[in-house]
């Protein structure tokens, strides 16, 4: 096979993935070429609108110049010193990163689930060095449906079997409780040695479940009152996705984390990753304060890339781009819009339930069961008709667009849907 020369179909690139990577994704039946904005253009330049963002990486829209030059200016100066050494990069974008947050201090991975894995590790040390409790006892509290990635410790307090089965022995030291569920929480505080209680804000990839009004708030009090710091997965909710800045800061969409904001949950430590970069390279970010940051000391965590010259370039543009542009502000209006959409195509269809979410964080609810391949089907049929959805579990498809589409754009999106749901036939 000449590699260099020949231009590959879609039906030939999907078998060369099929034979040559591991089997551990299952893609919708479409290979992308190319990315502006909104659009995304297959092998055969068949464009779509992409309604999934890369589970929220691309907020900011696909190849977003400021964001994409930002990366092209850094390789071609710096590209990874390691953290043997300093780089001038490295610094700027702490104290951005930073006072964009609220936070006194940051630590820099590279994935969602290293970020994860960062916070687990700072909130056990705090526990031993600063609440005193017993060398290997620290206990962390997670709800039930999390998705916090893929590690082996992640995924040994998962509940989804597909996830954890036959991959242990298990990490040990956490106690999951359901979700959205104040009593549980309360409950599971009074056990002995719990050190923090880890949370996504809303749980994505479970289906899009949005908590309880107030639920947020009771959790941090709860926390608070009893010495358990209050952990925010925010990776793919964080950074304007839900209409906020951040899902924790309630319903304001001012764009920013603001202290006089009376609905700001403040997290004790604040998880980021996915749109951090605006998905063109990996960027992870923990923070937190100096008390509980100050466990941290050399030699105890790191990694090669984290906080490396691209990383720290990127992400500083891409945090800009948020709030020139106004992003957060944009998925509260169109999320709005969306719902109210979706609710008058559901009232006139059988096929689909309910739609949920917050600003443009979505999902509608498929009427048929989860082992039912409806919702699959549904995505074939929206990727025909030009927009790009996937189901998250088995009857729920999430509708995830980037954060920088117009009303017009939208509404050519909801004539999509509408059209699809209204000839789909099971
Ligand atoms: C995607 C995701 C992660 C994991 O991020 P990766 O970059 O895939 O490792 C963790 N938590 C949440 C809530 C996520 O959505």
């Known amino acids: ?227 358990a710091l209050f952990i925010a997965d925010e990776v793919q909710t964080g950074i304007a996705r839900t209409g906020s800045l951040l899902a924790v800061c309630g319903n304001c969409s001012c764009g920013s984390t603001c202290e006089k904001q009376e609905t700001y949950n403040e997290p004790d430590i604040l998880i980021l990753g996915k749109a951090i970069s605006g998905g063109v390279y990996p960027v992870s970010a923990v923070l937190a304060n100096d008390d509980i940051m100050g466990v941290i000391t050399p030699g105890n965590h790191g990694s090669t890339f984290g906080g490396n010259p691209i990383a720290a370039k990127v992400a500083t543009a891409a945090l800009e781009v948020i709030k020139d542009e106004k992003l957060a502000e944009n998925a509260q209006q169109l999320g709005e819009l969306f719902r109210a959409e979706m609710n008058r195509i559901i009232a006139n269809t059988d096929l689909v339930n309910a739609v949920r979410g917050r600003g443009l964080l979505n999902a509608i609810l498929i009427n048929d069961t989860e082992e039912s391949s409806t919702a699959w089907d549904l995505c074939v049929a929206l990727k025909e008709n030009g927009l790009l959805a996937k189901p998250t579990h088995g009857n729920i498809i999430r509708f995830a667009p980037p954060l920088v589409m117009t009303k017009e754009q939208l509404m050519e999106c909801v004539a999509i849907i509408e059209k699809t749901i209204t000839e789909f036939k099971k």
């Open 1 to 227: 096979m000449n590699t260099t020369m020949e231009k590959l179909t879609s039906e030939e690139l999907i078998q060369l993935e099929d034979k040559h990577g591991a089997h551990n994704y299952h893609p919708l039946p479409v290979v992308l070429a190319k990315g502006e904005g909104v659009y995304v253009w297959d092998v055969e330049g068949k464009k779509y609108f992409d309604f999934l963002s890369a589970y929220s990486a691309v907020n900011q829209g696909h190849c977003h110049p400021k964001i994409v030059k930002a990366m092209t200016d850094q390789a071609q100066t710096l590209t990874l010193t390691s953290r043997a050494f300093y780089n001038d990069a490295l610094g700027p974008f702490e104290k951005y990163v930073t006072e964009y947050f609220g936070f006194d201090k940051v630590l820099p991975m590279n994935s969602g689930a290293e970020a994860v894995e960062t916070a687990i590790k700072i909130t056990r040390k705090w526990a031993y060095e600063k609440k005193g409790i017993a060398e290997n006892e620290a206990k962390i509290i997670v709800c039930e449906n999390n998705f916090h990635g893929r590690t082996t410790t992640i995924i040994s307090f998962s509940n989804d079997p597909v996830a954890s089965n036959n991959f242990g022995p298990y990490t040990p030291g956490f106690i999951r409780i359901p979700y959205d569920d104040v009593e549980a929480l309360e409950a599971a505080l009074q056990e002995p040695n719990v050190a923090g209680f880890l949370v996504e804000p809303i749980q994505g990839e479970a289906g899009v479940y949005v908590p309880s009004e107030g639920y947020l708030t009771k959790a941090r009090e709860l926390c608070k009152a009893n010495n």
